[in-house]
């Protein structure tokens, strides 16, 4: 059946430009997100999802020592009352406020499978039952008492808090991760005593910064312990910024065992790191031969985490090896900080440690303002209807005469008595029993006793000292339940200094040491051999490619790159592709200009000094240690500008250079005229009329010039022999002995 499309009323159609209509959509979006979602409120920590759960618990009477209820009762009233989202998502948030390896301080008491710290789901959520905990009780602590605003719920049928009371420093403690539209929020958890240490000494110093409070709050304390091992600069930065990290690595120590080994014993780990997911890391690391040092993992946990680590070999360094194991595992972690939350229930904003509890301790005395306002109110209902009740025992006769004889007493009580509406209808709601002299004797009490905590809280009231020392009050007695010497409040995380090791040391215990051969083929491939190949016949190249350099090694030796750029570059031996195939360009591992090429290759000793020069003659020595790159940039040594470029580097050995050009022009002249630098053009070396440099060789005096002509014969010339050839730096040099190779170039080819 076809349908026929009515088109719009035009009167009701409205030009809006497609940029307008978007922005105003996902502005209304990204509001939403911020706003009702991903960030936690400044004054109780908590976002909206978790608010709804603490709040529809308390109304299904959940408290600590009652009964518990199934969960999917909780995640019912939540979902159909106050959070219209889905029920996984709903259940997922309480079972994270349930669990004491995620949570510093659980708001739900949980009862059943809540999920383990190995990473492992909890039960679904008709089989697990929950009540709130005792510091879910504080922070619900008077709702009932006018504490803080309610609105009404998503349909307007019920009312649900804006924001919990919070005597618990929630924010801090609990800590909280979030992420919404353009921007996120990241807070590890606190020691709740140390926070309200630095609370108080707020409230007496209010204008105390963030330096002095971390006399109080030296950094995060992580459910599952582990040790902080950030620098006191960097911590007090990130705190005073609110943005950084903390470094956090696994807690371990050395155990012995029979003879004469021992293995490492791993007894807590970073926040958040799935202990399952750990383990598999680590043997997967050992199955690809990348933990030298580590022999074997295995998982003793029970109810304490155990992780045991067993070395190759007793001979071992413990230190180094849990090195390697912190350089490639999450056993050290980087839990980021990023303070951004909802200042006063409406600005996100990203606030340091300082700003943060100021936030909740101004929102603690709006409540005891507002918990004190409410109780002004009750107190003087009640004296309202204590006032009906004594002026009723003092004329009892005439109150009954008017209450029989009248046929409204209440108009007539209260014209007679002038009494209001309250206080009349009190009257006529009196049980008789309540007419005996006892009952006179303790209204007169109740009343004096109301009067003067009256007077108690209207001095409260009208004071910001006794507000603020109620509120310090209020905080020492939560110090008091959180103390260090409690099982909840003993701080679980220490801090220590990451122990100084040579970087090359590390490197090195991550790859298992085994002889390999470089092979480098013209057109700048590289692969790595398996032991020491001195037979490279049968190693294939692409069809328009040859060997260029090879050379033996060792998987863990660092490669030294010299570019025609002037540049060096460093590569590790361990991450070069196997033989297999043709290997990989070069180019995969540094940042080399296209219209570069190699000049050599080679392993770095250290210590060494290389003859360093350019086609056009320039040269100077330089520090092999000077020539490494920390970087795929690589670093720059020899200054050359196109179309000149480097040529060569050698070893420096002796003490007398040879040079020959392609003019086929030899000279030799005493080393100490060329400089040593960290990097430069150089001096000349040899002087050209046309071409450039060919090759350059450094030899000690005493032994004499060395070759090797092309028929494989080797001839030296003693310095008294090359008299001739010998000058200055910067001569043009003159035609080579008879047996020189027309290649023109010494033994090696200049390679190292």
């Not at 030298?292 to 045991?308: F, N």
């Amino acid at each position: 059946m076809s349908r026929t499309l009515i088109p719009p009323d035009p009167s009701e159609v409205h030009d809006v430009a497609l940029r307008d209509a978007l922005e105003e959509r996902y502005l209304a979006y990204a509001l939403s997100t911020i706003m009702h979602r991903a960030l936690p409120d400044a004054r109780d920590g908590l976002k909206p999802v978790h608010r709804r759960l603490l709040y529809a618990m308390r109304e299904l009477r959940l408290d600590p020592g009652a009964a518990f209820k199934k969960c999917a009762r909780v995640v019912g009233d939540v979902i159909g009352k106050y959070h219209p989202h889905g029920d996984q998502s709903v259940y997922d948030a309480m079972v994270r406020l349930a669990q004491d390896f995620a949570q510093r301080y659980p708001l739900v008491d949980g009862q059943g499978n809540f999920g383990n710290i190995d990473g492992d789901n909890a039960a679904a959520m008709r089989y697990t039952e929950a009540r709130l905990t005792e510091v879910a009780r504080l922070m619900l602590d008077g709702l009932d008492e006018d504490a803080v605003d309610f609105r009404p719920t998503y349909d307007g049928s019920e009312q649900e808090p804006v924001v919990l009371p919070g005597a618990f420093p929630n924010l801090l403690a609990n800590g909280a991760q979030g992420i919404a539209v353009g921007m996120a929020t990241s807070i590890p958890p606190h020691n709740a005593a140390e926070l309200c240490d630095a609370a108080l000494h707020l409230i007496e110093h209010p204008d105390a910064k963030t330096k002095a409070l971390m006399k109080y709050v030296p950094g995060p304390d992580f459910p599952t312990g582990g040790l902080i091992i950030d620098s006191r600069a960097t911590i007090a930065e990130a705190y005073e910024t609110g943005r950084g990290g903390f470094r956090v690595r696994a807690r371990w120590e050395k155990e012995d065992s029979a003879r004469g080994m021992w293995v490492v014993v791993i007894t807590e780990i970073p926040w958040l790191v799935q202990k399952s997911r750990l383990v598999e890391r680590i043997a997967e690391l050992l199955n690809e031969k990348k933990l030298p040092l580590v022999g074997d993992v295995r998982d003793e946990s029970a109810e304490d985490l155990r992780l045991v680590i067993e070395p190759r070999a007793k001979t071992v360094d413990a230190e180094l090896l849990m090195e390697s194991l912190f350089k490639l595992t999450d056993l050290e972690s980087r839990i980021p900080l990023n303070m951004n939350v909802l200042v006063q229930g409406r600005i996100p904003k990203v606030i340091g440690l300082a700003e943060a509890l100021r936030e909740w301790l101004d929102h603690r005395r709006d409540v005891l303002l507002r918990r004190a306002n409410h109780r002004l109110g009750v107190i003087e209902r009640r004296l309202e209807v204590l006032g009906a009740y004594l002026i009723a025992y003092l004329n009892l006769d005439k109150v009954i005469r008017i209450i029989r004889k009248e046929d409204e007493p209440k108009p007539v009580l209260m014209k007679t008595f002038s009494l209001s509406d309250v206080q009349a209808t009190a009257i006529l709601d009196m049980r008789l029993r309540n007419l005996r002299r006892l009952e006179e004797m303790e209204i007169r009490g109740e009343d004096k006793a109301l009067r003067a905590e009256q007077r108690e809280l209207k001095g409260l009231v009208g004071s910001d000292g006794k507000q603020w020392a109620k509120v310090a009050e209020e905080i020492k007695a939560i110090r008091a339940t959180f103390g260090p010497k409690t099982k909840l409040g003993k701080r679980r995380t220490g801090f220590a200094e990451a122990p100084a090791h040579d970087e090359a040391a590390i490197e090195e215990a991550m790859v298992i040491r085994e002889p390999i051969t470089v092979v480098v083929s013209d057109k700048g491939w590289i692969r790595a051999l398996k032991g020491t190949v001195t037979d490279l016949s049968g190693v294939q190249f692409k069809s328009d490619d040859r060997l260029k350099f090879a050379f033996p090694a060792e998987t863990t030796s660092k490669l030294t790159v010299l570019a025609t750029n002037g540049r060096f570059y460093t590569l590790e031996a361990g991450k070069l592709p196997g033989g297999r195939g043709h290997g990989e360009p070069v180019r995969l591992y540094i940042d080399m200009e296209q219209e570069a090429d190699l000049v050599a290759v080679f392993p770095f000793v250290g210590g060494r000094k290389f003859l360093v020069a350019s086609r056009s003659g320039h040269g100077f020595v330089v520090g092999e240690d000077e020539c490494v790159a920390n970087t795929r940039k690589g670093k720059q040594v020899l200054n050359v500008d196109l179309p000149d470029e480097a040529r060569m580097v050698t070893t420096v050995e002796g003490n007398q250079v040879a040079v020959i050009g392609e003019n086929r022009k030899l000279l030799v002249f005493p080393l100490d005229q060329i400089p040593e630098m960290a990097r430069g053009r150089g001096v000349r070396l040899q002087r050209y009329k046309d071409g450039g440099l060919s090759d350059v060789k450094t030899f000690a005096g005493a032994d004499g010039l060395t070759w090797t002509d092309s028929a494989g014969r080797v001839f030296t010339l003693s310095l008294k022999e090359l008299a001739d050839w010998r000058g200055n730096r910067a001569d043009a040099g003159r035609l080579p002995p008879k047996g020189f190779p027309r290649s023109g170039k010494f033994e090696n080819g200049g390679t190292l």
